[in-house]
């Protein structure tokens, strides 16, 4: 071997070791970083006594995907956990103090004192007064919930620009993914900037990915829908100013393709637009048509009878009174405007003494008719109205023949029920998600002490080389000591 050999040798050495600490500095520098795949600097023989550093990306294609699904259900979940919370609080009141079970408990309990004592005006005025309760539980749950809709289509909204910012960004990264493969650079960058926006993208929808020639990427949802092939197909969404009971919401489509909205406790939501779809289609709609029952089911109750006259509204009452609602049917926005009949509220100038004595629909409906003071007939009557089985909408998602009390106390508890499964569902699919990005990054990430380890075999290489280096440079001053 030559010197010129020897040196060029040991120079090359003295390069590849400098690429190799270099990359072993970047894995150690990036090691917090969730998004960053190790790098691995491999040396390769391009010829007899060449060497050259290469320089690979560390992957693990199914953990991956196995993450990116991950991530889907728990976000969908998670929004669908989060939503009914709030929709618990702002409609029933913490410990349900504000729902209308409540207000209709405390309801029951002033009709039966009055019952006890119908002469004592002041208690009829206490049974006004609670029904005022119900009639505010009512309105306020009803406008609470269309708030929430409100709310949630914006947040939808939101979701929606923020996956067409971050499909845009995608285009962006794929195109200097295939640029670089192309020309041969390094596009490990590149690749973990790709990888770090399918993460974010699989928090909204659901994600599928194949690489075509050039490592370039396509995207589809999970149901087939494509989402980027080498643009981003376009994600449209029309979000709405305000919402009243019954209206449906607006879809999101992605191209072209309606999203489908979760369903369940334990949802199929796979993506936060589905599991806000599904609040504020569905849980967030059925919720109103329970509270819409429960005032149609109050305003039967209370209904004032009389032979041979219709039922007409009694100490509840509505747009359409006289009338009573039709039985069995739900009445869309009826808990929003439900009131208590002026006729017996003493603050609009009633007299609460109609409702133990009837007639506040005329003196046909008048029962008692001797005038008695201690005529309590009617009110117990009220009172096991309450408690008797009547007929409700199976559109509202629960029991279709309970009593009124019984309907508003159920309610409370399908919301609950729906709420315990989702949290039961959120802490699992948590628990999914971080164990597959720990195997991910337990995969692809990097270890200090592996990182470390090595690094200290290339100093030792780096040694070598040095020592090579210093060896030909004596060698070579020799020779031209002896040729002078």
Request: hydrophobic share 40%; charged share 15%.
């Amino acid at each position: 071997m030559s010197l010129s050999t020897a040196l060029s040798i040991a120079q090359s050495a003295l390069k590849n070791t400098a690429k190799q600490t270099s990359v072993v500095s970047r894995n150690v520098s990036d090691a917090s970083n969730p998004d960053y795949a190790r790098r691995i600097a491999l040396v390769t023989s391009t010829a007899p006594g060449a060497r050259s550093v290469d320089i690979q990306r560390v992957t693990n294609d199914l953990l991956f995907r196995q993450n990116l699904g991950a991530l889907s259900v728990y976000s969908g979940q998670s929004a669908l956990y989060s939503g009914t919370d709030q929709l618990d609080v702002s409609v029933n009141g913490v410990d349900n103090a504000f729902s209308p079970s409540t207000a209709i408990a405390n309801l029951q309990q002033q009709l039966q004192l009055y019952a006890t004592s119908p002469s004592n005006q002041n208690l009829g005025s206490t049974v006004i007064d609670a029904a005022k309760q119900v009639v505010r539980s009512l309105n306020e749950g009803s406008r609470a919930i269309q708030d929430f809709r409100a709310q949630t289509d914006s947040q939808i909204d939101t979701a929606v620009k923020d996956l067409n910012s971050l499909l845009s960004q995608f285009q962006d990264a794929n195109q200097a993914v295939i640029s670089g493969t192309r020309s041969g650079t390094d596009v490990s960058d590149a690749l973990d900037q790709r990888d770090a926006l399918l993460k974010k993208i699989a928090n909204y929808v659901p994600v599928s990915t194949f690489t075509r020639g050039d490592n370039d990427m396509v995207i589809t949802t999970g149901d087939g829908t494509t989402l980027f092939e080498t643009i981003p197909r376009t994600v449209t969404f029309a979000p709405s100013t305000g919402y009243a009971a019954g209206a449906a919401g607006n879809s999101v489509y992605i191209d072209n393709v309606p999203v489908s909205a979760g369903t369940g406790g334990n949802t199929t939501a796979s993506g936060t637009i589905a599991g806000l779809l599904q609040l504020r289609d569905d849980v967030a709609s059925t919720m109103q048509s329970q509270l819409d029952e429960t005032a149609r089911g109050l305003i039967t109750a209370f209904a004032e009878t009389a032979p041979a006259m219709p039922n007409a509204t009694g100490l509840f009452t509505w747009s359409g009174a006289p009338a009573v609602p039709a039985a069995g049917t739900l009445v869309d926005g009826l808990a929003a405007t439900i009131s208590v009949n002026a006729a017996m509220d003493p603050s609009t100038g009633g007299n609460p003494a109609l409702l133990r004595d009837g007639g506040a629909n005329g003196a046909a409906y008048v029962a008692n008719t001797s005038g008695g003071a201690s005529y309590s007939s009617l009110l117990v009557a009220y009172g096991d109205r309450l408690d008797q089985p009547m007929t409700f909408d199976a559109a509202a998602g629960i029991s279709a023949t309970s009593s009124v009390a019984d309907y508003a106390a159920n309610s409370i508890g399908w919301l609950q029920s729906l709420r315990q499964g989702a949290s039961t569902a959120a802490d699992a699919k948590e628990a999914l998600a971080q164990r597959s990005a720990e195997a991910l990054s337990n995969a692809t990430g990097v270890n200090i002490d592996q990182e470390m380890s090595l690094m200290l075999d290339l100093e030792h290489t780096y040694q070598a080389s040095a020592r090579m280096m210093k060896t030909v440079d004596d060698m070579m001053t020799a020779l031209l000591s002896a040729v002078g």
